[in-house]
């Protein structure tokens, strides 16, 4: 098949997804087509089977907001008509669900048919999306949609409350490669950044509010009280200094090493030995799965869907939102002795393995397959 993807080429976790997709779709033989702002981050090779098509928006004084829903859309049906695009897949409903409806209805002018398949990630529903001052638009977009997926049973089941929706919603999970976390793949050197005694712990996010950052450091200076520890923050974000901050009052910035957005992520989590997800919602919570892929049990919030990924008391712990002293305690549980540490590691990758990429693309391909044969 011919398919376009349509996503945010940032670290976040839906770029992600969408990235990792279309280079799979690419080695099982589809001609795939990135329509975005900028390469996307994970996007390294483009090749005969994988290319991109930078939207970009002029910047012209009158416009106090730059119209880039305008300009995806004309770049969606410049690119639908010239390279033969059969299907687009839209992650993040606001705003590709909508210019992606805008580009079907223009093509439609012209007797082409062009299928969308939406993919609801989690803020575009639970925080942004479901905004009275976006609601109409995404419900509306939501429904025109010839396919519409979620990540979760969790955000199928948010969609369902927070909008009213006509169509289907089909779950089809984020997903793993696991073979890119094997050891062999990865060049791991602990000792550049702890001592052997040392345990390590991460966490990894685009440090917004939803992710409450103060809880991840306030767990971590309960376990560097009981033990040497050494706390790993990757990504960027607004809540990012505000934490450097908050290190430095309670005297624990030696220990913490901020990295900024990464490209080695596999590094990082293949010498981890525990991972903090406290986010007060999340609708599944790739990052978790990243680091159980790689060996790395989890301790994180009970919030939206990441029950369904991290099962507590095998891959790591659940706490509700904002118990600090419970998710200290799980962490210091699993910290302790070796032999538990040993035995949720190995329970983590099994469980990451559930979500393997393998078994979820092909659900995906099915979906395509479903809306082209419709039209
Ligand atoms: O986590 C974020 O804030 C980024 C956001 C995104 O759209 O990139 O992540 C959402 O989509 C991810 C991929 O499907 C999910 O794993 C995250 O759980 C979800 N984030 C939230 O729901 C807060």
Do not use: W
């Not at 280079?23 to 005969?48: A, D, M």
């Not at 396919?147 to 919603?169: P, Q």
């Not at 990757?234 to 200094?241: A, L």
Request: aromatic residues 8%; proline residues 5%; charged residues 20%.
């Amino acid at each position: 098949m011919k398919i376009g993807i349509v996503c945010y080429p940032t670290f976040g976790g839906s770029g992600v997804v969408a990235t990792e997709l279309g280079i799979e779709l690419s080695k099982r033989g589809h001609e795939v087509h990135f329509i975005t702002y900028k390469q996307p981050v994970r996007l390294e090779l483009l090749g005969s089977h994988v290319h991109f098509h930078e939207v970009t928006v002029p910047e012209y004084p009158l416009f106090h907001y730059q119209p880039y829903e305008l300009a995806l859309t004309s770049k969606l049906v410049d690119m639908v008509k010239l390279h033969k695009i059969e299907v687009l897949h839209v992650h993040y409903a606001i705003p590709h669900a909508y210019a992606a409806y805008m580009a079907k209805k223009m093509l439609q002018e012209e007797g082409i048919y062009l299928p969308i398949v939406t993919t609801l990630h989690g803020t575009d529903i639970t925080l942004v999306g479901s905004h009275p001052f976006y609601k109409t638009a995404v419900t509306f977009s939501i429904n025109k949609s010839d396919a519409v997926t979620s990540v979760s049973e969790s955000l199928k089941k948010d969609t369902l409350r927070l909008f009213d929706i006509k169509n289907d919603i089909h779950v089809v999970t984020n997903f793993i490669d696991i073979a890119k976390h094997t050891p062999h793949f990865t060049d791991c050197q602990r000792d550049l950044l702890a001592n052997e005694d040392e345990k390590i712990i991460t966490h990894i996010s685009n440090f917004r509010k939803v992710k409450r950052i103060p809880d991840v450091i306030k767990v971590f200076y309960n376990i560097q009280k009981e033990m040497p520890a050494k706390l790993m923050m990757v990504g960027e974000g607004p809540e990012k200094e505000p934490a450097e901050q908050l290190c430095a009052q309670l005297g624990i910035e030696d220990k913490v090493v901020f990295f900024g957005n990464s490209h080695e992520i596999d590094r990082i989590l293949c010498y981890s030995d525990l991972f903090i997800l406290p986010s007060e919602t999340e609708s599944f919570g790739l990052a978790a799965l990243e680091a159980m892929a790689s060996g790395v049990p989890v301790i994180s919030s009970n919030s939206g869907g990441i029950p369904e990924v991290n099962i507590h008391g095998v891959s790591g712990y659940l706490s509700n939102v904002g118990d600090i002293a419970d998710m200290s305690k799980n962490a210091l549980s699993i910290l302790n002795d070796a032999t538990t540490l040993n035995k949720f590691k190995e329970e983590a990758k099994k469980q990451a393995c559930n979500f393997d990429i393998y078994q979820i693309v092909p659900q995906y391909e099915a979906i395509y397959e479903a809306t082209i044969k419709k039209c």
